[in-house]
């Protein structure tokens, strides 16, 4: 049976038990083709029980990109005094043979989560056979802003962004985890900012578009009021413009997507085609392959040339 906090051996070539006989070789040398995540522990210590098994979670999801030697200081005291490991759990990423990163204590688990991504980050994406390098940084990225920790993922896209400057996905990235956190001034400063040649890469489009909807947002009344007042006078097309953004401010695109192709079917050219702009915009702000976008181009296409 393998007790919470790792005194069995791990079953992946990618988490090992290490004591001083091995540790040259597993993380010294190791760390110079691929970035290794020491854990400092001990079998009394509870905060090791929790946070043991939750980064081992991590660089398991981590696919290769970086591995994790465990030590235990009670067996390894040389070790322990020689990096200064005062408490415990004490954790160190080692990269090319230094320690370039580390935490004391039991974190959530989005800091961890970040904490891997900024180590392969900082490997630049060189990591690991079968690994996929700065992707699985940028994967892990998306999946804490997409589990709310927007905190977190700003600060791995930020250390994707140094590692690569070239990327879109991490600048979009970037940008809209501050949108999550209602900075939008900062968001449009990360967006603008970004390297001429892919400033109009989709994903760094998509986030404009993102961004101009946020925005759009704060101005937008009730849901409620502006359904009545559509509902009252179906020919009054300001309002159905404004329920439209009202309701994709609301979370509800798809109604909002058939407010807008209503108002088109009403009047195309009603302010500057205005109706068509916002759903296109709609459109840049969603993946390519999303159901609304697939239908919504259909419908719009079949409306423009009928």
Known sequence: MIELGGTAAPATDLIKDVTEADFMAEVVEMSQTVPVIVDFW?????????????????????NGAVRMAKVNVDENQMIAGQLRVQSIPTVYAFWQGQP?????????????????????????????????GLDDALDAAEEMLDQGAASDAAETFAAIVQEDPTSARAYAGM???????????????????????????????????QLA???????????????????????????????????????????????LLDLFRRDREWNDGAAKQQLFTIFEALKPNDPIVLSGRRKLSSMIFA
């Not at 968001?187 to 986030?207: F, H, R, V, W, Y």
């Not at 937008?220 to 009054?236: F, I, K, R, S």
């Open 42 to 62: 001990a079998p009394w210590c509870g905060p090791c029980k929790t946070l043991g098994p939750a980064l081992e979670a991590a660089v398991t999801k981590a």
């Open 100 to 132: 370039v990163d580390g935490f004391q204590g039991a974190v959530p688990q989005s800091e961890i989560d970040a904490f891997v991504g900024r180590v392969v980050a900082a490997a630049g994406g060189q990591a690991g056979e079968g690994g996929g």
């Open 175 to 209: 940008a809209r985890a501050y949108m999550a956190l209602d900075d939008t001034d900062q968001a449009e400063a990360i967006l603008n900012g970004a390297p001429a040649d892919i400033s109009t890469a989709p994903e760094i489009e998509a986030a404009h578009a």
């Open 213 to 259: 909807l946020l925005r759009q947002a704060a101005g937008v009344g009730p849901v409620g009021e502006l359904q009545a007042a559509v509902d009252a006078n179906p020919d009054d097309l300001q309002a159905r413009f404004d329920l439209a953004q009202a309701l994709q401010a609301n979370g509800q695109t798809q109604e909002a997507v058939d407010q």
